[in-house]
Nanobody, 124 residues
Framework: QVQLGESGGGLVQAGGSLRLSCAAS????????MAWFRQTRGKEREFLAA????????YYADSVTGRFTISRNNAKNTVYLQTNSLKPEDTAVYYC?????????????????WGQGTQVTVSS
């Protein structure tokens, strides 16, 4: 079992940046593949990025490649999502997720634990 809690969301102007954090507690954080997703009302949860247990490998959705960066600090039990060059279409609730499996996968159904989400709003 692991508990996840996101923070760092807020209101930002287009072109701005936010750094989202997800703190984990419970089972050993370094045993989980971690990922970030986002969701807007009426749409399915969208994969953004995933990072391996050690942090040595990452995988991004095409929509955020070059703008978002996922990282983790296993000593602090935290995963981060640095979001740059934000656009109004990036407005969503952002979730972190943890998976027991070792691969980097974009399917939300393959993740075992989820946080409550943090709202990101980008104004034009």
């Amino acid at each position: 079992q692991v508990q996840l809690g996101e923070s760092g969301g807020g209101l930002v102007q287009a072109g701005g940046s936010l750094r989202l954090s997800c703190a984990a507690s419970g089972r050993t954080f370094s045993s989980f593949t971690m990922a970030w997703f986002r969701q807007t009302r009426g749409k399915e949860r969208e994969f953004l990025a995933a990072i391996s247990r050690s942090g040595g490998n990452t995988y991004y959705a095409d929509s955020v490649t070059g703008r978002f960066t996922i990282s983790r600090n296993n000593a602090k039990n935290t995963v981060y999502l640095q979001t740059n060059s934000l656009k109004p279409e990036d407005t969503a609730v952002y979730y972190c997720a943890a998976a027991i499996f070792g691969g980097l996968r974009p399917n939300a159904d393959e993740y075992d634990y989820w946080g409550q989400g943090t709202q990101v709003t980008v104004s034009s």
